[in-house]
């Protein structure tokens, strides 16, 4: 089965030390789930550039990471 642009970027974001215990502990959610939902709403490639500094920007708000 390819890999989607999708499930890559969940690989690589989850690859950061604490992502993943961030998203496992605050959401029970495990990235091949993530890449599943992420999927599932079609994001554009246009838009898709802009997730990782979304999602830390997010991420840092919502867990209060320094």
């Given at each position: 089965m390819p890999v989607s642009p999708t499930s890559d970027f969940v690989a690589?974001?989850?690859a950061f030390p604490g992502n993943y215990k961030a998203f496992s502990e605050k959401f029970s959610?495990?990235?091949e789930k993530m890449a599943v939902i992420l999927k599932k709403t079609s994001i554009k490639?246009?838009?898709f550039q802009f997730l990782p500094y979304?999602?830390?920007v997010l991420l840092r708000n919502f867990?209060?990471?320094d």
């Amino acid at each position: 089965m390819p890999v989607s642009p999708t499930s890559d970027f969940v690989a690589q974001y989850m690859a950061f030390p604490g992502n993943y215990k961030a998203f496992s502990e605050k959401f029970s959610i495990l990235p091949e789930k993530m890449a599943v939902i992420l999927k599932k709403t079609s994001i554009k490639m246009a838009e898709f550039q802009f997730l990782p500094y979304i999602c830390g920007v997010l991420l840092r708000n919502f867990l209060k990471f320094d």
